[in-house]
């Protein structure tokens, strides 16, 4: 799964339709949850009781706006 999400990244750079700003949005988007998925297989405890998960839906929610 995480190798899956983490080829998305690497993806991104060869869709030339993107706009500069798309592809900072899909690698923002695709490098946060990759890291939420990682952050919780690994201690999803602290990511719950220290705000992280939260923190890291916030950076989707931004990075994934339209406008």
Do not use: N, Y
């Amino acid at each position: 799964m995480i190798e899956a999400l983490a080829a998305v990244a690497g993806k991104a750079a060869e869709a030339g339709w993107l706009t500069p700003d798309q592809h900072m949005r899909l690698l923002a988007v695709a490098s946060a949850v990759t890291g939420t998925v990682q952050l919780l297989v690994d201690d999803p405890g602290t990511a719950i009781r220290h705000g992280l998960l939260t923190r890291q839906c916030a950076v989707i929610t931004h990075a994934a706006r339209t406008d």
